[in-house]
């Protein structure tokens, strides 16, 4: 009886393997015999997707920091006054030179899933703070590169993370604590202050050498705001030719003259004082396609149509021209007969005009967007001093001046290679978000690895007085700390051994803002230096880079899919549960 029993079990056994390999499924697991004990469990048989790839444990924490530090080595060098760019060519031969950690890591296109967290840190950190991108990436990859032998030696990685967690609560309340406040008073001193930090930000870009022009500029840009500082208020337009120094900041709107039909250049290019129409109205004829259709029986009813039209639209520009408007901007287009019509009274019109530059306009101005010409009144009507059409390098560009309401401001942008002057756009976002950080969060410390020695010195201290894991666990995290004076170094073609040594003992000592000379290989106080930025910007790059850590040792395990076709094994590739790991 018992033979018959082991067979059948065995038969079904089988009959459930060749079933499960004609589905297209694999088992994972072995599968045993199915045991007639009662006392023994049945093994468990896991099912995923032929072809899932699934890799745990140790080695999957491993190969996850090993995938970090080659992001690493990919920003490493453009850390710093003295770092290098990078030059990027996407598949359609398009080439992007930058040295910013944030536009690098976007533009590698990353596909490794852990990887992929250093990219996201790198791009909360530039819409945060739009500073320290490169900072934020390398401090997360050598907190891991300081943990893979814990973690080689079988260390618990909740034990790392609750480390971790405690060392970087200990470091953000010791920056807050040594932090310089900011006197918000004196509008001069402030004023100094916002430069030096703008300054210290374009220090490690390409416009670095004009530095002194471009932190006045963000300054200036900035300081013309709102209380909410928007972003998009600051507009930046470039043009290429000239040279960076030709470069201005316009109090106001500037923008490219839009298209223009005959008739266009009979208009006035300058007026002072005068009353600005902001439309979002056709002014022009419809193509008889674009036109409902009309069954009509006579000529007349044919003219009577065509009468009714041009009746339409001019009875809109009188009303227009009756307003006492001298410019009129309009989001959709301004037509032929309506472009002669204002040249031969006088006016100035531009059509097409994008809607962040009127939205600009009317911000700058006053008045209000219409979308009817019914209620023209003054209160609809924006003004200012002094309308100009000009000449920047191959360009026009329409000018806003002396704005009563003036809440944003134009940069352009003047350089050789396109590559250069959108560079240089992506570096003034940089400094303006620095300057935008410093305002709202009165507070600094000194850049140049200084703030980093004092918190590796300040945890190394700390770490001598716990017992157990946590000691050796906090003295990595310190140790981790010193990559940023060391890249700093290596960088500038430094001995960084001989200058981190130097450091370690200035620090030891009470010199709390000590951090790297870039300029004469050495040590030097670069707060006294004026080598400033916000605490925000360290507070925020620690927080990350800890937490992507953090976030990392967290997993132990990969399930990776393989991508589902449309000619996959049968049962696999199509219907329902596609793409997802099946388990029974």
Known sequence: MATQNQWAYTMLTAMLVSMLAMSG?????????????????????????????????????????NACQVIAEAVRTTLGPRGMDKLMVDGRGKATISNDGATILKLLDVVHPAAKTLVDIARSQDAEVGDGTTSVTLLAAEFLKQLKPYVEEGLHPQTIIRAFRTATNLAVNKIKEISVPVKKDDKQEQRQLLEKCAATALNSKLIAGQKDFFSKMVVDA?????????????GIKKVQGGALEDSQLISGVAFKKTFSYAGFEMQPKRYENPKIALLNVELELKAEKDNAEVRVKSVEDYQAIVDAEWNILYDKLEKIYQSGAKVVLSKLP???????????????????????????????CGGSIQTSVGAMTDDVLGQCELFEEVQVGGERYNFFKGCPKAKTCTIILRGGAEQFTEETERSLHDAIMIVR??????????GGGAIEMELSKYLRDYSRTIPGKQQLLIGAYAKALEVIPRQLCDNAGFDATNILNKLRAKHAQGGMWYGVDINNEDIADNFASCVWEPAIVRINALTAASEAACLILSVDE????PRSTVDGPPGGGRGRGRGRPHAH
């Not at 900035?222 to 600051?234: N, T």
């Not at 097409?352 to 700058?364: H, I, P």
């Not at 950080?437 to 000194?446: E, Q, T």
Request: aromatic share 4%.
């Open 558 to 561: 990969t399930i990776k899919n």
């Open 437 to 446: 950080r410093a305002i709202k969060n009165d507070s600094i410390v000194a």
């Open 334 to 364: 301004i037509g032929d007969v309506a472009t002669q019509y204002f040249a031969d009274r006088d006016l100035f019109c531009a059509g097409r005009v994008q809607e962040e530059d009127l939205r600009r306009t009317m911000m700058a």
């Open 222 to 234: 900035v300081m013309s705001l709102d209380e909410l500082l928007s972003l998009k208020m600051i």
């Open 25 to 65: 499924h694999k088992i994972n697991s072995t599968l045993g015999w199915l045991s007639t004990d009662k006392n023994t469990k049945p093994t468990p048989v896991i099912l995923l997707k032929e072809g899932t790839d699934t890799s745990q444990g140790i080695p999957q924490l491993i190969s996850n920091i």
